[in-house]
C-alpha cells in the first residue's frame, strides 16, 4: 500500500490551498483516512480524518476553515484548508488505515505518506 500526497505551497494568511492524497495498492476495501501535521521539534498533530464508514473528525483549530472529503476513488481524500493562518504551516502528512477504530490518533494508522509542506505567510 502506498499513499501519494500533493498539494502544498506557499500562500499568505487568509488564502487557501487544497491537499489530495491517493491510496494505491491493496484498494479493495475502503481505508480510514487522515491527515496530520509536524512543525520541528513538536509531536505530529491530528487535523482531520474520514473513517471507512464516512465519519468525519476534526482538530478543534481547523474546524469551520478546513474540509475533508473523499473524491472521485473511494481511497482518495482532499483537505480543502481556507482562511489559512501562519499557524498552520507544517509539513501536513496523509495516512490510511484499515484497522484503526480511533481515526485522530497516529498510532492507529498504518501507512503515511510523504509529506508535503504547506507554509502560511503573514
Known amino acids: 500500500v502506498q499513499l501519494q500526497a500533493s498539494g502544498g505551497g506557499l500562500v499568505q494568511a487568509g488564502g487557501f490551498l487544497r491537499l489530495s492524497c491517493a491510496v494505491s495498492?491493496?484498494?479493495?476495501?475502503?481505508?480510514?483516512m487522515g491527515w496530520f501535521r509536524q512543525t520541528p521539534g513538536k509531536e505530529r498533530e491530528f487535523v482531520a480524518a474520514v473513517s471507512w464508514s464516512d465519519v468525519i473528525s476534526y482538530y478543534d483549530s481547523v474546524k469551520g476553515r478546513f474540509t475533508i472529503s473523499r473524491t472521485g476513488s473511494k481511497n482518495t481524500i482532499t483537505l480543502q484548508m481556507n482562511s489559512l493562518k501562519p499557524e498552520d504551516t507544517a509539513v501536513y502528512y496523509c495516512?490510511?488505515?484499515?484497522?484503526?477504530?480511533?481515526?485522530?490518533?497516529?498510532?492507529?494508522?498504518?501507512?503515511w505518506g510523504q509529506g508535503t509542506l504547506v507554509t502560511v505567510s503573514s
Open positions: 495516512a490510511a488505515s484499515q484497522t484503526s477504530l480511533d481515526i485522530d490518533e497516529a498510532v492507529g494508522y498504518e501507512y
Open positions: 495498492g491493496r484498494t479493495f476495501s475502503t481505508y480510514s
